[in-house]
């Protein structure tokens, strides 16, 4: 039941796109490696799809926010980053 | 229908009929009976919509002896079977009288406010999602335009409860739209897309596709897109249809612990490598 859910989250999360950033997996207590290699392969994936869209958004001025991102041509991701990496405070270390 | 339901009156087969009736020529819900049988006359069927079932639920369950009549539309019924199989309607004491809606190959008038729906601007299509795309239409945008779209329309919500409070199968006493710990309160707009993925997750295996939220937002929203996904993908992993049939739904765990098989998977994987 709980693997069904999760996949209900993943796909719902990818349909708003925010694909790709939840993940589980079993693992037992007496399997140390596969727990570091799963941890180690999932931030690796993180790190390539680059930090939470999400917080491009969460601004004060939210209403004018994804407008802008909008009209900047939806697929400039350098820049917003960049500008991102001013004002918020999540976005400095990645 | 008016001789229907006046014979159903007379004859004590229900107590109260709920339809649309003709106020200053606006169709607006009401509830005829014995007493005011005269007001039968304006009883209406017409394309305009409201979620009778929800009136019915509420006066059932405040008159424990009330048979109750309903003129109804193939959602109703859809919403009829998911609150009573959540214990919120006693379809026992629920009479319908069919009315003619959804159109289909074989009929093809029909009556209904959503087949009508405005075409969306150009801005809309080019930033947003129009509302009458499909949910493939929708996954084939790359990502992290997908993100964009979605949250230029979340971003539009003004907050104002409408697509919960028109929807036929929200019935919880306690909204988590409202829990302050759940969604943070006092602020426009809502934190999206939070507020909006909640109500997309608590409608799984329960919305059943009438559209009325998306026609109730003020905002414009493709909500009932969204849950259209929701349920596909419900549908994809549990076998399950909300409005159809006797099973409960996957997400049930109000009382019993959840009763339904899972489907199996095919591939065998925890998760899809996405
Ligand atoms: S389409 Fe909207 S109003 Fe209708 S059942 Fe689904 S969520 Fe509720
Ligand atoms: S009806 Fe639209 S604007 Fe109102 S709360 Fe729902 S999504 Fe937001």
């Known amino acids: 039941m709980t693997l069904k859910r999760m996949r209900f989250l993943q796909e719902v999360l990818d349909f708003v796109g925010l694909g790709g950033r939840l993940h589980m997996e079993w693992i037992s207590s007496a399997e140390a490696q596969k727990f570091a290699q799963v941890v180690t392969d999932f931030t690796e994936k993180i ?8 917080h491009a958004f969460i601004q004060p001025d939210m209403i004018l926010r994804p407008r802008v991102v909008a009209a900047s041509g939806l697929k400039s991701t350098a820049a917003e980053k960049e500008d991102a990496k001013g004002s918020l405070p999540f976005t400095g270390k990645q | 229908m008016k001789d229907q339901v006046k014979k159903w009156l007379e004859s004590g087969t229900v107590d ?7 106020v200053d020529g606006h169709p607006l819900p009401h509830a005829f009976t014995l ?12 394309t305009v919509r409201y979620p009778l079932e929800t009136f019915a639920a509420e006066l059932a369950a405040e008159n424990p002896d009330a048979r109750i009549g309903l003129a109804a539309r193939e959602c109703t019924q859809r919403a009829l079977n998911v609150l009573s199989l959540w214990n919120q309607a006693p379809t026992d004491r629920i009479e319908t009288i069919k ?13 209904c406010s959503y087949l009508d729906p405005p075409e969306a601007g150009l801005f809309k299509k080019h930033f947003g999602i129009d509302n009458a795309a499909d949910p493939e239409a929708v996954a084939r945008f790359e990502p992290r335009e997908r993100f964009s779209r979605w949250m230029y329309e979340f971003q539009k919500c003004i907050k104002c409860y409408g697509c919960r409070n028109i929807c036929p199968v929200c019935f919880c006493e306690d909204c988590s739209l409202e829990h302050k710990d759940l969604i943070g309160t006092g602020q426009l707009p809502p934190e999206a897309p939070i507020f909006h993925l909640v109500r997309a ?19 414009d929203i493709p909500l009932r897109l969204l849950y259209r996904k929701v349920n596909a993908v419900v549908d994809d ?3 399950y249809r909300a409005g159809e049939g006797e099973q409960p739904p996957p997400f049930n765990i109000i009382g019993e612990r959840p009763s339904l098989e899972p489907k199996p998977m095919e591939n065998g994987s925890a998760c899809p490598q996405r």
Not at chain 2, 16 to 22: D, E, R, S, T
Not at chain 2, 99 to 111: D, I, T, V
């Open chain 1, 47 to 54: 790190r390539r799809l680059g930090p939470n869209p999400l």
């Open chain 2, 16 to 22: 109260i009929f709920l339809g649309m009736k003709m």
């Open chain 2, 35 to 46: 007493g005011n049988i005269s007001d039968l006359e304006e009883l209406v069927p017409g």
């Open chain 2, 99 to 111: 009315l003619n809606c959804c159109p289909s190959p074989l009929k093809e008038h029909a009556a």
């Open chain 2, 201 to 219: 997750v608590h409608m799984a295996g329960r919305c059943i596709d009438c559209g009325l939220c998306e026609e109730a937002c003020p905002a």
């Open chain 2, 237 to 239: 992993l549990f076998d």
